[in-house]
Nanobody
Framework: QVQLVESGGGLVQAGGSLRLTCVAS????????MGWFRQAPGKEREFVAA????????YYADAVKGRFTISRDYAKNTLSLQMNSLKPEDTGGYYC?????????????????WGQGTQVTVSS
């Protein structure tokens, strides 16, 4: 079992910044990839960014490249997402995800555990 707890969401004006954090606990020794997904009302959950836990290689959705930065603190089992130049279309619930297996980092079904989510609202 792996537990994921997100924090850092909130309300921000367009152009502003937020930093999300996810702390993992439990069987974290088998972490392969951790990532962020988001879901807007009435839409499917979509990939935002991911990081290979051992190598630090990062992956981003085209919609957030150049604006968002994913990072990990290996020792503290903490995942972060720095979001800059936020847009109203970035609004949604943001979910931290964890997996031990392989498979494309942008496919939600490949992840084993999910956090409860944190809400991000960007006003225009």
């Amino acid at each position: 079992q792996v537990q994921l707890v997100e924090s850092g969401g909130g309300l921000v004006q367009a152009g502003g910044s937020l930093r999300l954090t996810c702390v993992a606990s439990g069987r974290t020794f088998s972490t392969n990839v951790m990532g962020w997904f988001r879901q807007a009302p009435g839409k499917e959950r979509e990939f935002v960014a991911a990081v290979n836990w051992s190598s630090g290689s990062t992956y981003y959705a085209d919609a957030v490249k150049g604006r968002f930065t994913i990072s990990r603190d290996y020792a503290k089992n903490t995942l972060s997402l720095q979001m800059n130049s936020l847009k109203p279309e970035d609004t949604g619930g943001y979910y931290c995800a964890w997996k031990s297996g392989s498979g494309a980092a942008n496919f939600a079904y490949t992840y084993n555990y999910w956090g409860q989510g944190t809400q991000v609202t960007v006003s225009s």
